[in-house]
């Protein structure tokens, strides 16, 4: 429990309310709004005085990362942090900061133990994070310059314009930073680059489209502290000589658009930001592009192509953006992550920043934490964090009581990691070395009850439409491996099918235009590599051992588990369900669609999973059944129709290839050419065509 005191009326207190994209969902403005309804109130009535005991106010903040959790409102400098709060709940923190009331301890976060926590220092899921791109997190209006600047803001652009350009870019080598957008490409050595071209102008780029399913880091730091993300480009445009600059900001973000614009205006009319920044002589500004809605335009010369008004594709890399970038001029692009690590590096030191994380991955990087974990939200930890320390000590483990299944790192071209790998550190090299990559940040746990032949499906589906067609061999190769896993998740996979979903893989990795081509086939070659078996059991076997694909899996009630709460039946959306209080429940197999509702709603664990339809087609290929009018003896009329039918259709189809070869016709085309059978094979009806068409088998 914890403990319970009442606040002391002499500190100046701020109230803090998360207001990021989740809590907003969750209503917290609403609570603000309750807050600063309820503190008037209480001033008017003299039991608070909001300038004395909230001397810093009810402030409106960006993500403070536990967003499950939210809203989250925190009292500082106490550190109290409260969770899931309601604009019902507003006079009773007020009661407590005005000393009239204790801590709302129903508002508390329980840890692992149950015990009741007040700071987020004790909160597990914050306890072994270290914050340098989020440490404005969840502390500062976005909109106000003034939070910023009290917390250090632009101390480093002041420093950066009494250097050199050269010693900035020395110092960001030094720092060892690689580029957190996926590449990993050292950022100080790509500003050496860019810098060493005499050419004119130049140009910097923010990358803030960020199209992964599952992610939210950049989101996040452009929403709460899009400050930061100005100071690092300001910086970097200092080091290259740059005159424009350009942040690309997804189109969805309406949040993010709203919060940077807001903080462009108030830097420019702080004189951070426009003509001769703070009486430097130096003239620099920022314009805001919003994405063009494709996940491709993430890729640098796609993302350029778009702001310079053309279609978002890439272009070959024979020539790279540093020298000719944004209209063939030299241009640096960093992503927003990165970018906000840049004034740490300059103000605190190359040195500094490179005591945390490893050798060749130096620093902290943000990940999106979501999936089959109990903790979920955005987490900053030092490179070379296991995986298992990520899931388990900060995520805090699976939930429900079921095991560790794989973790796909690095977005939709990720590559699946399996328990056995859980200790592995991560790092760009680690995780490249292992199938996987770094990509932006998005960590997706996933459990036993997961088909990985499904997520393979899944993401090479997400991939294929947002290719942009380019190139043959990320359009075509896309093409014909969601073909494949498709059937397979249908129960029409047959030998060979991994065979050629790891050809396909490897050429899309090789001859592949741009990143996204090149690393699409990630998803797919780790799962065959880790998770083969469930391939071939989809195959073989056709059955889902995660009883996920519903061709391939039915579901059955164990009555020496089953309690009878009847939860499975009211989760059922088709009704299949039956039965009574004290009795087991069934199951019709006739109505039941397989979407497996029941499972997820038993908390006994009484749903078991065995072959579904095509399991079933494949055991018992009948599909008339002659004896229908008998139901007393329909299970033996079935199996006799069965052989019946089985023995007739080689004498059926015997007679008529002979008959059909004994036609003039085809003598003769026979006496004239021989190899002229073949085709009459291949129009053979028994030859599986699989949708549109045969999946690119006939040319083989």
């Known amino acids: 429990m914890a403990e319970t005191k009442k606040a002391s009326s002499s500190i100046d207190r701020t109230l803090l309310v998360c207001c990021g994209t989740g809590c907003i969902a969750n209503g917290a403005q609403a609570v603000a709004a309750a807050l600063t309804k309820a503190a008037s109130a209480m001033e008017k009535k003299g039991s608070l005085r909001v300038t004395v005991s909230l001397k810093g106010g009810i402030k409106?903040?960006?993500?403070?990362?536990?967003?499950?959790n939210?809203?989250?409102?925190?009292?500082?400098?106490?550190?109290?942090?409260?969770?899931?709060?309601?604009?019902?709940?507003?006079?009773d923190i007020l009661n407590h900061i005005a000393g009239k009331g204790e801590i709302v301890e129903r508002l508390l976060y329980k840890n692992d133990e149950g015990k009741k926590v007040l700071s987020q220092k004790e909160n597990p899921f914050y306890a072994k994070q270290h914050k340098i791109a989020l440490r404005n997190a969840g502390l500062i209006e976005p909109g106000s310059i003034k939070d910023y600047v009290d917390r250090g803001g632009f101390d480093a652009l002041k420093k950066a314009l009494t250097m050199k350009a050269d010693t900035i870019i020395s110092e960001v080598e030094k720092s060892g930073l690689r580029g957190r957008g996926g590449a990993?490409?050292?950022?100080?050595?790509?500003?050496?680059?860019?810098?060493?071209?005499?050419?004119?102008?130049?140009?910097?780029?923010?990358?803030?489209?960020?199209?992964?399913?599952?992610?939210?880091?950049?989101?996040?730091?452009?929403?709460?502290?899009?400050?930061?993300v100005i100071e690092g480009l300001l910086i970097a445009a200092r080091a290259i000589g740059a005159v424009e600059g350009f942040m690309y900001i997804r189109d969805e973000y309406e949040l993010a658009l709203k919060n940077v614009r807001k903080a462009l205006e108030s830097a420019r009319a702080s004189k951070y930001l426009g003509k001769n920044i703070l009486g430097s002589g130096w003239d620099f500004d920022i314009s805001v592009v919003r994405g063009g809605g494709a996940f491709v335009c993430g890729e640098s010369s796609a993302l350029m192509a778009s702001i310079e008004g053309r279609v978002g594709e890439p272009r070959t890399k024979y020539i790279r953006s540093v020298q000719k970038g944004l209209w063939d001029k030299p241009t640096v692009l960093n992503n927003v992550e990165t970018l906000v690590n840049i004034p740490h590096i300059i103000l605190h030191g190359a040195a500094n920043y490179k005591k945390m994380g490893t050798q060749a991955s130096a620093g902290t990087k943000v990940f999106a934490l979501v999936g089959k974990v109990k903790r979920t939200g955005l987490v900053e930890v030092p490179m070379g964090t296991t995986l298992r320390q990520l899931v388990f000590d900060i995520g805090g483990g699976i939930p429900d009581k079921r095991s560790f299944k794989a973790v796909q790192t690095g977005g939709p071209s990720g590559g699946c990691i399996p328990a056995s790998l859980l200790d592995l550190p991560i790092d760009f090299d680690t995780l490249?070395?292992?199938?996987?990559?770094?990509?932006?940040?998005?960590?997706?746990?996933?459990?036993?009850?997961?088909?990985?032949?499904?997520?393979?499906?899944?993401?090479?589906?997400?991939?294929?439409?947002?290719?942009?067609?380019?190139?043959?061999?990320?359009?075509?190769g896309l093409r014909r491996m969601l073909e494949i896993l498709t059937d397979i998740t249908a129960g029409k996979g047959r030998p060979g099918d991994i065979e050629l979903l790891e050809e396909t893989g490897i050429a899309m990795k090789e001859a592949s235009l741009c990143g996204l081509g090149k690393s699409a086939a990630n998803p797919v070659l780790s799962t065959t590599k880790y998770f083969r078996s469930e391939y071939e059991a989809h195959i073989k076997k056709k059955t889902c051992p995660a009883g996920v694909c519903p061709k391939l899996t039915s579901f059955l009630i164990v009555k020496?588990?089953?309690?009878?709460?009847?939860?499975?039946?009211?989760?059922?959306?088709?009704?299949?369900?039956?039965?009574?209080?004290?009795?087991?429940?069934?199951?019709?197999?006739?109505?039941?669609?397989?979407?497996?509702?029941?499972?997820?709603?038993?908390?006994?664990?009484?749903?078991?999973?065995?072959?579904?339809?095509?399991?079933?087609?494949?055991?018992?290929?009948?599909?008339?059944?002659?004896?229908?009018?008998?139901?007393?003896?329909?299970?033996?009329?079935?199996?006799?129709?069965?052989?019946?039918?089985?023995?007739?259709?080689?004498?059926?189809?015997?007679?008529?290839?002979?008959?059909?070869?004994?036609?003039?016709?085809?003598?003769?085309?026979?006496?004239?050419?021989?190899?002229?059978?073949?085709?009459?094979?291949?129009?053979?009806?028994?030859?599986?065509?699989?949708?549109?068409?045969?999946?690119?088998r006939a040319s083989k």
């Open 432 to 476: 490249d070395k292992y199938g996987s990559m770094m990509g932006s940040g998005g960590i997706i746990v996933m459990d036993d009850r997961t088909c990985m032949v499904e997520v393979a499906r899944y993401y090479t589906n997400f991939l294929a439409e947002e290719s942009c067609g380019k190139c043959t061999p990320c359009r075509e």
């Open 70 to 91: 939210g809203p989250i409102v925190r009292l500082m400098p106490d550190d109290i942090s409260y969770y899931h709060v309601k604009p019902a709940d507003a006079a």
């Open 560 to 696: 020496n588990k089953c309690k009878a709460c009847g939860l499975c039946k009211k989760s059922c959306p088709v009704s299949a369900i039956s039965g009574q209080k004290a009795k087991p429940h069934l199951i019709n197999q006739k109505l039941c669609v397989n979407c497996g509702s029941c499972r997820i709603a038993c908390p006994f664990d009484a749903i078991d999973t065995k072959g579904g339809d095509a399991g079933k087609k494949e055991t018992k290929p009948a599909a008339k059944k002659p004896g229908a009018k008998k139901p007393v003896a329909k299970k033996p009329v079935a199996k006799k129709t069965a052989k019946k039918v089985a023995a007739k259709k080689p004498v059926a189809k015997k007679p008529a290839i002979k008959k059909a070869a004994k036609k003039p016709t085809v003598k003769k085309a026979t006496a004239k050419k021989a190899d002229k059978k073949a085709p009459v094979k291949k129009t053979n009806k028994k030859t599986p065509v699989r949708g549109k068409t045969t999946r690119g």
């Open 60 to 68: 409106e903040t960006g993500c403070n990362g536990f967003c499950e």
């Open 184 to 228: 990993g490409f050292p950022t100080g050595q790509k500003w050496r680059q860019c810098a060493s071209y005499e050419e004119t102008p130049k140009y910097v780029v923010c990358n803030g489209d960020e199209g992964d399913p599952g992610a939210f880091m950049d989101r996040s730091i452009l929403e709460g502290d899009p400050h930061s």
